[in-house]
């Protein structure tokens, strides 16, 4: 994406200019709290052009959802080496990877010192699930609450500002901070400071989701870059960033919502499964295809699929949306489009003050 590509994204979403940063004024020693719901893709990305920083290879869109919520407690205490990530009670060894490597960028970016102590927690309406924006969340819920110890009270006001911390962690992490309906500038060429998410002003479509939990194991596969071996990735990139300049010039509504998500969807998974990779069960392909049977006989309905084999439900209304509902026989989770930061739950607080209390 040339610098001429990424301001015109800019210019579109009602943005003069890439948005600034803020003083960092660290707080040692003092929990501070932040909460996030997952983001869904509606257009998709696949593939980083740069893996360190999680800027990926294109812009997208997405939309945030309710079907679950992150939660995250942090603490800053002066002393170096000494990190800590507890995940659901535990240390997580994938998540701490994961932690910890978006924690050493951090403080590498905005020379904080000392350590990171953080308390994750993540609350669905489900049991288990692949695809349905779990580390996007948890990444922006712990880049509300480390914002609000290191840096200026008007940090976690910025939404764009806080969606380069969230992306560090996770590339949907970015959309989770900013929506309900974000798009997520990010391409070749730019940087920490120039990839960024961003809420669009879009009316309430009233649009129904439910999602169809399904879990799979994908160990240590990485989607990515997979798909960057697919003989038509080059082609697909191309088309993804036309996608979403042509999404931000359009009106938007639940039914260009509902079928850009789906079209964007089936174009996706065509790429990964032209490089060997498979994320759909067979519960997943069923479901598909009553949708699209569904669609061929003008049902104003869609899916969402993004890295695993749960599908996102959707419709123009509550009404056509049990419809579906009963046509898939499948055990849908009702949700929402959702915005805004989830209120903290107050035994949350309660177990992460237990937890992290002898940082203070």
């Known amino acids: 994406m040339k610098d001429a590509e990424s301001l015109d994204l800019v210019k579109k979403i009602g943005m003069d200019r890439v948005p600034g940063g803020h003083a960092v004024r660290p707080v040692y020693r003092r929990i501070s709290f932040g909460a996030a719901y997952p983001a869904t893709g509606i257009i998709k990305f696949l593939g980083y052009y740069d893996s360190t920083f999680n800027i990926a290879n294109m812009p997208s869109v997405s939309m945030v959802t309710d079907f679950s919520e992150a939660y995250a407690a942090f603490v800053l205490t002066e002393e170096s080496g000494n990190d800590s990530v507890v995940f659901n009670g535990i240390e997580d060894e994938r998540l701490m990877a994961r932690s910890m490597r978006a924690i050493h960028l951090f403080r590498s970016i905005y020379s904080i010192n000392g350590s990171f102590h953080l308390y994750v927690e993540i609350r669905k309406k489900y049991q288990r699930a692949t695809g349905l924006g779990e580390s996007a969340a948890i990444s922006a819920a712990?880049?509300?609450?480390?914002?609000?110890?290191?840096?200026?009270?008007?940090?976690?006001e910025d939404a764009p500002f806080?969606?380069?911390?969230?992306?560090?962690?996770?590339?949907?992490?970015?959309?989770?901070?900013?929506?309900?309906?974000?798009?997520?500038?990010?391409?070749?060429?730019?940087?920490?400071?120039?990839?960024?998410?961003?809420?669009?002003?879009?009316?309430?479509?009233?649009?129904?989701?439910?999602?169809?939990?399904?879990?799979?194991?994908?160990?240590?596969?990485?989607?990515?870059?997979?798909?960057?071996?697919?003989?038509?990735?080059?082609?697909?990139?191309?088309?993804?960033?036309?996608?979403?300049?042509?999404?931000?010039?359009?009106?938007i509504d639940a039914d260009a919502l509902i079928r850009v998500a789906t079209n964007n969807t089936l174009l996706t998974h065509s790429v990964l499964m032209s490089s060997y990779m498979l994320l759909w069960t067979e519960e997943t392909i069923e479901i598909v295809r009553r949708i699209l049977e569904m669609r061929s006989k003008g049902y104003p309905v869609g899916i969402s699929i993004d890295g695993g084999p749960s599908v996102v439900v959707m419709a123009r209304n509550a009404a056509e949306l049990e419809k579906i509902e009963k046509y898939i026989s499948g055990r849908c989770v009702h949700g929402k489009i959702a915005s805004g930061e989830p209120e903290l739950p107050r035994d949350f607080a309660r177990i992460a003050e237990e937890n992290l209390g002898h940082y203070l």
């Open 162 to 251: 806080l969606s380069r911390i969230a992306r560090l962690a996770s590339g949907y992490g970015a959309a989770s901070v900013t929506g309900p309906i974000s798009v997520w500038i990010s391409g070749p060429g730019l940087v920490h400071d120039t990839s960024f998410a961003a809420g669009l002003s879009v009316p309430d479509t009233g649009m129904a989701i439910c999602a169809v939990p399904i879990e799979m194991d994908l160990g240590s596969l990485d989607i990515h870059a997979a798909a960057m071996r697919s003989p038509f990735y080059n082609i697909f990139a191309s088309y993804q960033r036309r996608a979403v300049s042509d999404f931000l010039s359009a009106q």
């Open 142 to 156: 712990a880049a509300r609450s480390v914002a609000r110890s290191v840096f200026d009270g008007s940090a976690n």
